[in-house]
């Protein structure tokens, strides 16, 4: 079945190291996107990508970074420049442009930094 | 910022319809409205999307009113099982193809 793949569930990392979250697609989408959430709140955009190779910035770029080498990965470092790491950070994929065609969202990665 | 309106939360009796109002006032004519839910921890889940015409599918109905600025969703029968937080999005099919999250609804469905 194809769906869209975050790893690891759970990550535990010490305050000034740098982190990266996994997520793998197989459903041949060309836009992936990754949000974090903080308890309580709604999603926000962190970096997304409309095609390899390219990505943009969302609304909280900063301390993150991404890389899209591949159409089926969209990596995010959370570097040590990133004030407060720990939050749930959500991976999504999608025809690209296609305002008819939902999202499909990965299972999340709890990162907690201590 | 997001580009639609939502209450931050709503309640509705176990069995009885559930009704998901959002106001999307600056919506552009190419723009499709969309729902999904989140259940704590988890990655949000697809109900239900439009652009102009009312749409049912096995999970819900979505109404959109004529000129577009606000719609509803319709849960039919609310279960325990339905208790979410809601979130309406518009998705622009554009070059700057993204979206952006609002709070969401935070729907208690009471038994």
């Known amino acids: 079945d194809g769906g869209i793949t975050q790893s690891p569930k759970y990550l535990f990392r010490k305050e000034g190291q740098n982190v990266t979250l996994s997520c793998e697609q197989n459903?041949?989408?060309?836009?992936m996107y990754w949000y974090r959430q903080d308890p309580g709140q709604g999603l926000r955009l962190i970096y997304y990508?409309?095609?390899?190779?390219?990505?943009q910035k969302g609304d909280i770029a900063e301390g993150y970074s991404v890389s899209r080498e591949k159409k089926e990965s969209f990596p995010l470092t959370v570097t040590s420049a990133q004030k407060n790491p720990t939050a749930f950070y959500l991976c999504?994929?999608?025809?690209?442009?296609?305002?008819?065609?939902?999202?499909?969202f990965g299972s999340g990665t709890r990162l907690t930094v201590v | 910022d997001a580009k639609t309106t939502q209450p931050p939360s709503m309640d509705c009796a176990e069995g009885r319809a559930a009704n998901l109002p959002c106001n999307h006032s600056?919506?552009?004519?190419?723009?499709?409205v969309y729902w999904y839910r989140q259940i704590h921890s988890q990655g949000p889940q697809y109900i239900i999307h439009?652009?102009?015409n009312n749409e049912t599918n096995e999970m819900a109905s979505l109404i959109i009113t004529e000129d577009r600025k606000s719609s509803t969703l319709i849960l039919p029968h609310a279960t325990l099982r339905d208790t979410a937080v809601y979130y309406c999005?518009?998705?622009?099919?554009?070059?700057?193809?993204?979206?952006?999250f609002g709070k969401g609804t935070r729907l208690h469905i009471l038994p």
């Open positions: 999504a994929s999608s025809r690209a442009q296609d305002g008819n065609y939902g999202y499909t």
């Open positions: 459903l041949n989408h060309d836009a």
């Open positions: 990508s409309q095609i390899v190779n390219d990505f």
């Open positions: 600056t919506i552009s004519g190419n723009e499709y």
């Open positions: 439009g652009l102009k």
């Open positions: 999005i518009v998705r622009v099919a554009g070059r700057d193809d993204k979206i952006i």
